[in-house]
């Protein structure tokens, strides 16, 4: 695979941006929880990077990311601590940290499905990287916070994450240049997840009361 | 350690069957969650293998099972999905699945031992070996779903696990048939487990009111 | 760096001391909660142990402690085990208790940056390893039983951890005894806990009651 130097550098200012806007919104989670000022910060970082460790813990990837680049904590950190100040003007910004936020998922998910490739693991591991990368952070979140992870009940989330990894991955197979079938994977996950945010889509629920205790 | 290739075939598909049980009872309680179809499928996946990764994790014993048979995903995400079709009818199969259950506690429990025996580790990590491999995929579920373990509460589980284990490895010092010593294991844990549930055996619970915060 | 035999006895006496307390305050917990003995035995070992866990399998560090020192794990469940028995005259040792957990926290930070600094990782990882050393523990022992971490909203505690932290491994750019620097670090550390814990001494808090769902 041959991946232009614009676009590595494009995806890695994304992946910035993305892990910025993650922490920002945990810091709000935080926020609602009460948590203290430091509280903020770990929980900005655990959700921004979060999924890449669970990834590379997984997978046996050493050292992690943040090892190798200690100042995404800063960054991360940074932000978190940054949204208190500026948290009344947050709701102003929804729309745009939505947008961000969907942004990061599908980057997210190109890295991670980059790094199973580059450890030339199977297809099936290949999709689940890109997906633990995507979509655990914030089930981390959750957890940290008492809350049922939303990626079990949300709109759309984890299945951006697989469509993405597929149409990417997928797109690999086919003779086609490799930086447009990631543009082209990226813009349809971006969409269906936006489109999935403005239309409420989700996935069919399994509603069951039954009693097997 | 001789192990006859019949023993082999036999653990492996009891593996198999375990993975399946363990994967449709969490889609169960997925749906008292009110998951959404892939939620349900991400539960039964980290229920089933979670307890197998939590332990390559923690021994470094790396590639993880599912990365190597990345089938194993396909199997119990697609037992987690059935599971919601027939979920009507699975009350009445209650007993099945709860032997089913047990008899995965105790497979699950001499697999994870045999792989900290392969690594020629000490007995009480062996045993742990068992141990986490058998019980933490339910943590897991439990995490995951927001309740304190019921590992933590409910009936001899944890407690089965570490007989079994320590049955197995003993019968290893003894001058005894490995897998006579094996079956011998699985089926005194199994019984433990089934005259527990039905007895509604626990370890004596330790209730504390103090408070010391 | 050179350490002085004596030091890395007194350091290993106070981390058994140290794992012993920690799994003691654990028990407790745990029978706040009505866990069964086991259950209890559990939740000692991983609060006790759980911290360097994390920190080792983030760092790719292997075996973990308790894999190579097997008698942490009967010495960290027996003690939550003998908690049960006086778990009635615990209270009155209450203020013992917060200060070897005091002791602990700044005990586990300076062995966290020890493994760091061998490891030869960039500063703020060292810092990293000392905190998630000193709190990760309390972490998992909160999220097993179901409570949003103390952590993210108690007293100076994760702040105590990198103070001492940046205080320690300050001291080793200066041209000062390694041992002395330590030990400098560790009594600021303690103080400032104990100081915290006295006085009601925390961050600000982040309050954030909009919404961004």
Redesign the interface.
Known sequence: MTVSYDTTTLLHTLYLIAIVAEAM?A??V???????????M??GCVTALGGG?MRD????N???T??QN??Y??LTGGAALFT?AV??Y??KL?NI?LLLDAIGLVVFTVIGCNIALALE?????VI?SGMITGCVGG?LRD???????L???AELY??VS?VTGVLYVGSETFDINHDLGMAIAMTIGLTLRLLAIRFKW???????????D
């Not at 935080?30 to 903020?40: E, H, N, P, S, Y």
């Not at 813990?57 to 046996?60: P, S």
Request: hydrophobic content about 55%; aromatic content about 12%; glycine content about 8%.
């Open positions: 919104t810091a709000l935080a926020g609602q929880r009460q948590m203290d000022w430091l509280g903020v770990l929980l460790s813990v997984l997978l046996g050493y050292p992690l943040w090892v200690p100042h904590l800063l208190i948290a009344r947050m709701h929804r940290f693991l199977p297809f099936l591991i689940g089930v957890l940290l916070c008492n809350s049922i992870p990626l079990f009940r984890a299945t697989i989700g996935m069919p629920k399994f509603i069951y009361s039954g009693n097997m």
